[in-house]
T-cell receptor
Framework: DTEVTQTPKHLVMGMTNKKSLKCEQH?????MYWYKQKAKKPPELMFV???????INESVPSRFSPECPNSSLLNLHLHALQPEDSALYLC?????????????FGEGSWLTVV | AQTVTQSQPEMSVQEAETVTLSCTYD???????LFWYKQPPSRQMILVIR??????QNATENRFSVNFQKAAKSFSLKISDSQLGDAAMYFC????????????FGQGTRLTINP
């Protein structure tokens, strides 16, 4: 089972709202990732968690707040977003951050900020 | 810095024919990993094939194979017997080993399959 599940699939939020994107995997993976993908562009890395600790923050604005409550779950808390933050947000996981481990992606959450 | 270049924004092929998608990369590392991912309209990124740079043998997965030319820093994907379900955006990706340890993607190639 190589499944990464993301909810919700679609989210529309106002600029003053607080919402969260959720990601879950049951493959026993210890590394989890958030990527942002704008239309017709490749995914861009936002955050990496390794063994539930934040390993990489690619200079993401603080209005995006990641959380890893346990080894299976990864959340992305959203607050005071801007319309330009509208994008597909992809969660991914891998066995760990060892070199070359395959990264498995979820189907993404479409976010629209109005 | 490592960069990945896909020079073909769009490609099309007749069903059952063979198509090759090109990818070049720039790196100073001697050991690294390369991947091809497929992103169909459903938007899920699906791993197609991976190649370890220390392996001289080209990776193959059923109808998908790569032509890995390390000296030329080239990593092309060949799809044989193209099927309608192969229609997707294809991303070439490089795994940075030193430092960041992250995946860097090319800009993608949109592949259309003509029936």
């Amino acid at each position: 089972d190589t499944e990464v599940t993301q909810t919700p699939k679609h989210l529309v939020m106002g600029m003053t709202n607080k919402k969260s994107l959720k990601c879950e995997q049951h493959m026993g993976h210890r590394a989890m990732y958030w990527y942002k993908q704008k239309a017709k562009k490749p995914p861009e890395l936002m955050f990496v968690y390794s063994y539930e600790k934040l390993s990489i923050n690619e200079s993401v604005p603080s209005r995006f707040s990641p959380e890893c409550p346990n080894s299976s779950l990864l959340n992305l808390h959203l607050h005071a977003l801007q319309p330009e933050d509208s994008a597909l947000y992809l969660c991914a996981s891998s066995q760990d951050r060892a070199v070359g481990n395959t990264i498995y992606f979820g189907e993404g959450s479409w976010l629209t900020v109005v | 810095a490592q960069t990945v270049t896909q020079s073909q924004p769009e490609m099309s092929v007749q069903e059952a024919e063979t198509v090759t998608l090109s990818c070049t990369y720039d790196t100073s590392e001697s050991d690294y990993y390369l991947f091809w991912y497929k992103q169909p309209p459903s938007r899920q990124m699906i791993l197609v094939i991976r190649q370890e740079a220390y392996k001289q043998q080209n990776a193959t997965e059923n109808r998908f194979s790569v032509n890995f030319q390390k000296a030329a820093k080239s990593f092309s994907l060949k799809i044989s017997d193209s099927q309608l379900g192969d229609a997707a955006m294809y991303f070439c990706a490089y795994f940075i080993i030193q430092g960041a340890q992250k995946l860097v993607f090319g800009q993608g190639t949109r592949l259309t399959i003509n029936p």
